[in-house]
């Protein structure tokens, strides 16, 4: 029964997920009903008042006798899921554009396309020189790719600045125009 029980709650949580709903309040009522079903004779209280340990959001009593407190959290947090809006992870990117140019002597800061050498060894045990890129753009935890979709934009910003050899993008704007 309790293997059931726990597939039933599984279910329902990843049916929340996947609408976009992981907030810990979306999924209260099914967590409670999960901590009555697993155990015979359990009672679970949705925000209890306050304990000494803090605020919980579920008292789980046996018989009137308290056997423990639980604490839901959202989804997003546990998962790492969270969104940058898009003028932060702006800021963000060209912030690092500037670094680029001001502190790494890049002159196309992101759009660097220079390569750097290093030494690496191949399967013989041989060393040899060999090269990498300069700049890379890493998001490991990509998400919606917001940093990478703003990073893309500035470096496509560059580049069509340095071909139509203009300093703005509401130059590049015009060029664009003039040419379509």
Do not use: W
């Not at 996947?18 to 901590?35: F, P, V």
């Not at 209890?48 to 009137?64: F, I, M, Q, S, T």
């Not at 990117?93 to 790494?104: A, Y």
């Not at 934009?153 to 050899?165: P, S, V």
């Amino acid at each position: 029964m309790g293997e059931a029980v726990l597939r039933d709650y599984l279910d329902k949580v990843e049916q929340y997920y996947q609408k976009g709903i992981a907030t810990e309040h979306s999924y209260r009522g099914t967590l409670q009903h999960l901590l009555e079903k697993l155990e015979t004779g359990v009672f679970a209280t949705n925000e209890p008042k306050r304990v000494r340990c803090g605020a919980p959001d579920y008292l789980v009593e046996r018989n009137n006798f308290t056997i423990g407190y639980v604490e839901a959290k959202d989804l997003r947090e546990t998962r790492g899921v969270y969104y940058t809006p898009e003028p932060v992870a702006s800021y963000i990117v060209r912030s690092v554009d500037h670094l680029l140019h001001e502190n790494f002597d890049c002159i196309d800061g992101l759009a660097d396309t220079t390569t750097v050498p290093y030494n690496a060894v191949d399967e013989t045990g041989k060393e040899r020189v060999e090269r990498t890129p300069r700049v890379v753009i890493l998001d490991p935890a990509t998400g919606t790719g917001t940093f990478l979709i703003q990073a893309t934009q500035l470096i496509r910003e560059i580049g069509l600045r340095t071909c139509y050899g203009v300093r703005t993008l509401k130059q590049v704007r015009r060029q664009e125009t003039t040419l379509r």
